[in-house]
């Protein structure tokens, strides 16, 4: 959207141009809001891609980061640490299954990395099952297990051995998982190819085909974990747990961290240095993430997910019964929403920056709400009614056929 950016800007003259820009810059935050430097405020419904689970600078989150930063802010993993400990202490009460141990990094892709290089060493094996609408990050490893050919045809040769396998169809994961199977990577609600729920039994049956082959279940919750969809992580709501899960995102409000958990057969099998990062375990990170989930279990953010999550997917709902001839569909669990639209969504989150929204796409026809956790009943319907006007503006302007604009880029 290069027409719309202030061509000075610095981020243009510097930047290599991987982003796909709209015409705002923010400067500040607060719950669910954020505002840009002329002083407007806009209801964000993207929420960092997911990131602002805790709200825009989240007081207890800023107080840990800040209180942490003057004690000590960096520690190589080779030294102990009290506040990596301190977090480790609260996280490993609040994951799920056998999930006992976990490994530190600082994106959702980076932790999809090391469960891959984790499933190859504990199996064995290399054959990795994927799905289709898949979204595991754009490093080489993760990138193999992403699905989306425009993110993967340049970069090729990606690893090997990676198969794709429609997203939530049990027979044919089945028929793809045998005894060379490393692993299965899969997102419990697809997030970034616009949010596809597992079907009732698919997770099930993953867990029960990767078991019986002795492969190994990896779900990738960075964009479905703590909290979003109303338990703290999304494969709770079909009772299955993995042996490998990654979490990044919402992690530490907003500071860069990401973590890789398994269980201890896993564990037991890497040894010192075969994987390491040199940032993962960051003392402000971990007082970050352990003042962020603190906030999400106390601060009553999963009811949030749940309740408000229910009362937004019926507004939408409402916003698709009087608009039929835009919305399609209305979809989601707790606050991991989308609408998809009969229509490509660039000129609707155009229009969002005119109505104090900051709206998100999934594909060229998919709005996503990924908004922070604390959004409260008033700006949901802040939000609905001005979508409804946006549509109704739009549809007036296109009374016969919907327009044809190019879709949008990104990914995350
Ligand atoms: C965002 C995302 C990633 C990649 O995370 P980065 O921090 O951008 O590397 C991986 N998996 C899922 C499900 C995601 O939503």
């Known amino acids: 959207m290069k027409e719309g950016v202030n061509p000075k800007n610095p981020e243009d003259n510097f930047l290599v141009p991987l982003y796909q820009k709209f015409p705002i810059k923010i400067v500040k935050g607060a719950g669910a809001l954020i505002y840009d430097d002329i002083g407007r405020e806009y209801i964000d419904l993207s929420g960092g891609y997911g990131v602002a689970i805790v709200g825009h600078a989240n007081k207890s989150v800023a107080d840990a980061v800040s209180d942490q930063a003057h004690k000590l802010i960096t520690c190589h993993g080779s030294l102990y640490n009290d506040a990596r400990e301190s977090y480790l202490e609260l996280l490993s009460r609040h994951l799920t299954g056998d999930l006992s141990r976990v490994y530190f990094s600082n994106s959702g892709a980076e932790a999809n990395e090391a469960a891959i290089k984790f499933a190859r060493k504990a199996s064995g094996r290399k054959k990795l099952v994927a799905f289709s609408g898949s979204y595991h990050g754009k490093t080489l490893g993760a990138l193999s297990t992403t699905w989306n050919q425009k993110y993967r045809k340049p970069f090729e040769p990606l690893i090997e051995g990676v ?10 994961a089945i028929e793809a998982i045998d005894a060379e199977t490393a692993a299965v990577i899969v997102e419990p609600i697809q997030g970034e190819s616009g949010i596809h729920i597992s079907p009732p039994g698919f997770l099930q049956s993953l867990r029960e085909a990767t078991s019986k082959h002795n492969a190994l279940l990896i779900f990738d919750e960075v964009q479905s974990g703590f909290g979003r969809t109303g338990k703290l992580w999304a494969c709770q709501n079909w009772d299955v747990s993995p042996d490998i899960m990654t979490a990044s995102k919402g992690i530490a409000g907003g500071i860069p961290f990401a973590f890789t958990a398994v269980t201890e057969s896993i564990s037991d099998v890497m040894k010192a240095g ?7 375990g960051n003392p402000v990170a ?37 608009h039929p001839r835009t919305v399609r569909e209305v979809r989601g669990l707790g606050l991991m929403l989308a609408a998809e639209l009969k229509i490509p969504v660039k000129d609707i989150i155009i229009k969002g920056f005119d109505h104090n929204l900051v709206l998100l796409y999934a594909g060229l026809n998919v709005l996503r709400f990924l908004p922070p956790l604390v959004i409260t009943r008033e700006q949901i319907d802040l939000v609905v009614d001005r979508l409804g006007a946006i549509i109704g503006q739009v549809e007036s302007a296109a009374p016969q056929a919907a327009s044809s604009t190019p879709g949008l880029t990104g990914g995350g």
Do not use: D, W
């Not at 603190?294 to 507004?315: D, H, K, P, T, V």
């Open 286 to 322: 971990c007082a970050a993430a352990k003042a962020a989930l603190e906030f999400i279990l106390s601060g009553g953010l999963l009811n949030n997910a749940r309740e408000r999550g229910e009362y937004f997917m019926r507004r939408l709902n409402q916003l698709k019964t009087y």
């Open 274 to 280: 075969e994987h390491t990062s040199t940032f993962g």
């Open 163 to 172: 198969q794709f396998v429609p997203f939530g169809n049990s027979e044919k």
